[in-house]
C-alpha cells in the first residue's frame, strides 16, 4: 500500500491563479480530510468528506472547493490564490466510524507559496 | 468548539525522560491520538488510548490519560536526539461523523 498520496510537493503560484492540489488513498478509508499548517497555528481543517459524494466545510473553507466522485481521490481546488493561502497542506484519511483506533494517516504535504 | 491545549515548547536532556502535556474539553472523546511531525515531514501517528483507558505503554512511550481532569500525557523513556520534532495531542469522538481537534503541537528538543 502506498498510503496517502499528494501531487505535488512543492507549488508556487501567482496571485489570481487557480490550481488543484492532488490526494489519494489505497486503504478503502471512508474518511478523508485536508489541513493546513501555518507556524502557530497546528493544523485547520479546511474540508472534509465521508464518502464518495459526501463533503463538509471545516474551520477555515473560503477560498478552497472539494469534491469526492470516488473513494480514493479527494483534491483540494483553490479558486484564485492570494498570499494568505501560503502553507503547508496535508491530506488526510482515516478508516470511519466503528472502526477500533479510527487512526487517520497524513500524507506527505504540499508546499505552497503564494506570491 | 471543542479545544485542546499543549505547551508549545519542551527541552531536556538525551537520556531523561520527557513528558508532553495536553488538555483537551470534549467530554464525548472517545480516541486520543499523540502525533509526531519531524522537520519538513508529515504527521506520523506514534499512539493512541481509548477513552476508557487510563493507561497504555508501548515500548518507550507510555501514555497517561485523566479523564476526569481531561488531560493527557505523553512519557518518553531515555530520550533521544532522534526525538527531537514536534508532538500532537489530538482527539475525536466516535459518534457520527467527528473530526480529529488538533492541539496546536509542542516542540521537544533534545540536547546532547
Known amino acids: 500500500n502506498a498510503g496517502v498520496t499528494q501531487t505535488p510537493k512543492f507549488q508556487v503560484l501567482k496571485t489570481g491563479q487557480s490550481m488543484t492540489l492532488q490526494c489519494a488513498q489505497d486503504?478503502?478509508?471512508?474518511?478523508m480530510s485536508w489541513y493546513r499548517q501555518d507556524p502557530g497555528m497546528g493544523l485547520r481543517l479546511i474540508h472534509y468528506?465521508?464518502?464518495?459524494?459526501?463533503?463538509d466545510q471545516g474551520e477555515v473553507p473560503n477560498g478552497y472547493n472539494v469534491s469526492r466522485s470516488t473513494t480514493e481521490d479527494f483534491p483540494l481546488r483553490l479558486l484564485s490564490a492570494a498570499p494568505s493561502q501560503t502553507s503547508v497542506y496535508f491530506c488526510?484519511?482515516?478508516?470511519?466510524?466503528?472502526?477500533?483506533?479510527?487512526?487517520?494517516?497524513f500524507g506527505p504535504g504540499t508546499r505552497l507559496t503564494v506570491l | 468548539g471543542e479545544d485542546v491545549e499543549q505547551s508549545l515548547f519542551l527541552s531536556v536532556r538525551e537520556g531523561d525522560s520527557s513528558v508532553i502535556n495536553c488538555t483537551y474539553t470534549?467530554?464525548?472523546?472517545?480516541?486520543l491520538y499523540w502525533y509526531k511531525q519531524e522537520p519538513g515531514a508529515g504527521l506520523q501517528l506514534l499512539t493512541y488510548?481509548?477513552?476508557?483507558?487510563d493507561m497504555k505503554q508501548d515500548q518507550r512511550l507510555t501514555v497517561l490519560l485523566n479523564k476526569k481532569d481531561k488531560h493527557l500525557s505523553l512519557r518518553i523513556a531515555d530520550t533521544q536526539t532522534g526525538d527531537s520534532a514536534i508532538y500532537f495531542c489530538?482527539?475525536?469522538?466516535?459518534?457520527?461523523?467527528?473530526?480529529?481537534?488538533f492541539g496546536k503541537g509542542t516542540m521537544l528538543l533534545v540536547s546532547p
Open positions: 468528506s465521508v464518502g464518495a459524494g459526501i463533503t
Open positions: 486503504m478503502n478509508h471512508e474518511y
Open positions: 470534549d467530554s464525548s472523546s472517545t480516541y
Open positions: 488510548i481509548f477513552s476508557n483507558m
Open positions: 489530538a482527539e475525536t469522538s466516535d459518534s457520527g461523523y467527528s473530526t480529529l481537534t
Open positions: 488526510a484519511s482515516r478508516p470511519g466510524q466503528g472502526v477500533v483506533g479510527n487512526e487517520q494517516f
